[in-house]
């Protein structure tokens, strides 16, 4: 996921992360990783974000941030987040990681599992699950 909308969902600004695709209800709730992608944030992409109350201005690149929390996906959601025409993955708990875990490289799934992840429990903990 681009910056500068992996800190804004990690950091709980962002409630709703828009996709193609909604997920099976009976997955969710479902806790993903978020991996921030390697470009830099474009500059017309950070006046949306402060236009939507966005503050940061030093972000991680290559790098899972967070754990956010799907509680549901929507077609129709009242938020400055939402993209018309987009199916939104509505974002309930957010964890950002006070350390970025950096350089991941590769090919990435488009929903990483918390389930994998070397420091599952603290996440979980922090999320309160």
């Given at each position: 996921m681009q910056?500068?909308?992996?800190?804004?969902?990690v950091?709980?600004?962002?409630d709703?992360?828009?996709r193609?695709?909604g997920?099976?209800?009976?997955?969710?709730?479902?806790i993903i990783l978020?991996l921030?992608?390697?470009?830099l944030p474009?500059?017309?992409?950070?006046?949306?974000?402060?236009?939507r109350?966005?503050?940061?201005?030093i972000f991680?690149?290559?790098?899972l941030?967070?754990?956010i929390e799907i509680?549901?996906?929507a077609?129709e959601f009242?938020?400055i987040w939402?993209?018309?025409?987009?199916v939104?993955?509505i974002?309930g708990?957010?964890?950002?990681?006070p350390h970025?875990v950096?350089n991941?490289?590769?090919s990435?799934?488009?929903r990483?599992?918390?389930a994998?992840?070397?420091?599952?429990?603290r996440?979980?903990?922090?999320?309160?699950?």
């Amino acid at each position: 996921m681009q910056q500068p909308w992996a800190a804004a969902l990690v950091s709980g600004l962002k409630d709703v992360e828009n996709r193609g695709v909604g997920i099976d209800a009976a997955l969710l709730p479902e806790i993903i990783l978020v991996l921030a992608s390697k470009p830099l944030p474009t500059a017309a992409h950070m006046g949306e974000y402060r236009a939507r109350g966005g503050t940061e201005t030093i972000f991680a690149t290559q790098a899972l941030v967070g754990a956010i929390e799907i509680t549901r996906t929507a077609t129709e959601f009242a938020s400055i987040w939402k993209d018309a025409g987009s199916v939104g993955w509505i974002v309930g708990k957010s964890v950002r990681f006070p350390h970025p875990v950096e350089n991941i490289r590769g090919s990435q799934t488009p929903r990483l599992k918390l389930a994998n992840h070397v420091d599952r429990v603290r996440i979980e903990t922090e999320l309160g699950f």
